[in-house]
């Protein structure tokens, strides 16, 4: 009682735009990577009963700081307030939040047993939306037909199949149509998912008996966005469904949006009939991105996050790694890492020396262990092989040693999520956030568990102290 009082009475000593300009910049100074452009407009409502408000108008907004961000604007507020507050962001209540912005929602599919048969969201990042994409020769057709097809869903191109190497921008498009086509229409039935998990759905729901509950969430959406459909490779029954899924939508004019490593005709073991239905809409490729989208590239991912650069930076940066556009993003974040390391503003001299220097690892904290020995440790521990942790490989037995080790490169190095993505073979930083949340969750769940995590961290800080 007494404490409600007094949190009212606290809260009218700070103004709203104080306290929005305290969390920001507490935030950008801690938390670089995380800060993005649009935090500005962010709303605090005020607190009460110790929980600050944080009001967010963009629902895609909204759902990725609930997910991905509590922990550190929590800090930030208790921080700059100097008070035990938590925080909660909100919506618009008047504008309904979209509850399919991704997978099914566990309201309306708790099944038989109660248990959601579809348990792992893909989250929409705000990052990959049109306005951040930048065009250039290697994406101008895959980025048109992704425009055209979110501007006439189901009628510009169907499907649409845009492939290409890693980190070339093809989920980037993917989330850039539907949170064009949110943006529109706020409650538009979207489904948006990776092939491993349509394939992990289907066979639970095969083995729970629950095959109409699959269904009648594939085959009832607007939009059947499906990233890495390679997946589907050698896997005939995911295949087979597959292609009674896209018949249904496709006949009835729904939009099917795709994304692959390879063309339909170069997906190995892929059924003649589902080659040919992912050939009949528009097929786009994306390729490398020439120097001067690399260095556009980088300055947009540089204002994204509110990060100034001399112009002869990014010319820099784009001039030494000409790969991917993943592994540009890998190198500006090496070139800030050092910067704050170092405590020097980023100059062409210090980008210079960040991106020459072998083997350095500014994540690493002293006297903490490197990423190196946790996978060491973790592959010795469950006896796996290090390609296997590398790999796609979803399997559990080197899904959980992989989850396992992500969340003890968060919690005994300083790297950020995104890195931590990099060394696990270009995961993205929500895989890296995902797989920490699971085992949090699952060490309290699971004795066995725990106590396997703990055996592995006791060799780490036993072989970091007698280091
Ligand atoms: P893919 O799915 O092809 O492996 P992603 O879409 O995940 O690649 O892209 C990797 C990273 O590169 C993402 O952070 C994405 O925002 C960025 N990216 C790729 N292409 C572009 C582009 N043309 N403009 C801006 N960012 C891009
Ligand atoms: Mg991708």
Redesign the pocket.
């Known amino acids: 009682m007494k404490k409600s009082n007094k949190d009212k009475r606290n809260h009218d000593f700070i103004p709203e735009t104080t306290l929005r300009n305290d969390l920001i910049s507490y935030l950008r100074h801690h938390f670089p990577t995380t800060c993005r452009h649009w935090f500005d407009d962010i709303e605090p409502l005020g607190v009460v009963n110790g929980v600050l408000r944080l009001l967010v108008q963009e629902p895609v907004q909204l759902r990725y700081l609930q997910r991905v961000c509590n922990e550190q604007f929590t800090e930030a507020a208790q921080a700059v307030t100097g008070r035990l507050l938590s925080v909660r962001f909100v919506g618009d209540e008047l504008e309904s939040v979209p509850s399919a912005t991704d997978s099914p929602d566990n309201s309306e599919s708790s099944g038989d047993d109660g248990n959601p048969l579809f348990s792992e969201e893909m989250l929409l990042s705000p ?2 939306s049109f306005d ?3 065009v250039g020769p290697g ?1 101008r057709l895959a980025h048109a037909a992704a425009v055209a097809v979110a501007e006439h869903p189901g009628r510009a191109y169907n499907p649409i199949f845009i492939h ?1 190497g ?7 498009l993917l989330q850039s149509i539907c949170q064009s086509i949110l943006k529109r229409q706020p409650s538009a039935n979207i489904c948006y998912t990776s092939c491993s998990n349509f394939i992990d759905w289907y066979i639970a729901g095969v083995k729970a008996g629950r095959m109409s509950e699959f269904r009648s969430r594939f085959r009832s959406t607007d939009l059947l966005v499906i990233d890495d459909i390679h997946f589907l490779a050698k896997r005939e029954q995911s295949q087979e469904e597959f292609f009674h899924t896209f018949n249904t939508l496709y006949q009835s004019g729904r939009q099917i949006v795709l ?1 692959s490593d390879a063309s339909p005709n170069d997906i190995p073991d892929l059924e003649e009939r589902l080659v040919s239905r992912f050939n009949c809409g528009l097929v786009a490729r994306v390729d490398r ?1 020439c120097f001067e989208t690399r260095v556009s ?1 980088l300055q ?1 991912k540089a204002a994204l996050q509110r990060l100034e650069l001399p112009a002869e930076v990014p010319a820099y940066v784009a001039a030494k790694v000409d790969s991917n ?2 592994e540009l ?1 890998g190198a500006l974040t090496r070139v800030r890492g050092f910067a704050m390391a170092s405590g020097q503003p980023i100059t062409l001299q210090l980008a210079k020396s960040a991106l020459t220097e072998e083997g350095t690892s500014i994540g690493e904290a002293p006297g903490h262990p490197s990423i190196q020995t946790i996978i060491e440790a973790v592959t010795h521990y469950y006896d796996i092989k290090l390609t296997d942790l590398l790999s796609k490989r979803r399997h559990k037995s080197i899904a959980l040693p992989r989850q396992v080790c992500m969340w003890l490169a968060r919690r005994h190095t300083r790297y950020s999520l995104e890195e931590i993505g990099g060394y696990f073979g270009g995961r ?1 930083h929500t895989t890296v956030m995902h797989a920490v949340r699971q085992i949090t969750s699952k060490r309290e769940q699971d004795p066995a568990l725990a106590s396997d995590v703990e055996r592995i961290e006791r060799t780490l800080l036993d072989e970091s102290t007698s280091a």
């Open positions: 990052d990959y951040n994409f930048i994406n290409g890693v980190g070339l921008g093809k989920t980037h994304s991105p590239i947009s556009v993943r993003e993205d």
